[in-house]
């Protein structure tokens, strides 16, 4: 009987193995597929990132902002004498 016992344990224990072992196989497999799709999404934004940087430096030179300010807004630059600074916040003994 008990020998009986353990041969239904055995045949129905190694095709229980197996079939996990297909079942991780396939668990991996999609799992590197989905690491795959996002190391490709990850180089993308780092590219895009790239690009947007690049940009920036382009349109935040001070040249073309003030071409932009002179030609197309007529903006002019002011002499020193005819700008006034104002301070706010608490006065100390520096400020007078």
Known sequence: ???????????????????????????Y???????????????DQLEQNKRLIAGIAVLSNTERISKIARDELQLQKKSPAEIMQIHIGKRTNQDG
């Open 1 to 27: 009987m008990l020998k009986r016992l353990l041969l239904y344990v055995w045949v129905i224990t190694i095709p229980l193995f197996f079939a996990l072992n297909a079942w991780q196989s396939v668990r």
């Open 29 to 43: 497999y999609r799992l590197s597929e989905e690491v795959s799709r996002l190391e490709r999404a990850q180089r």
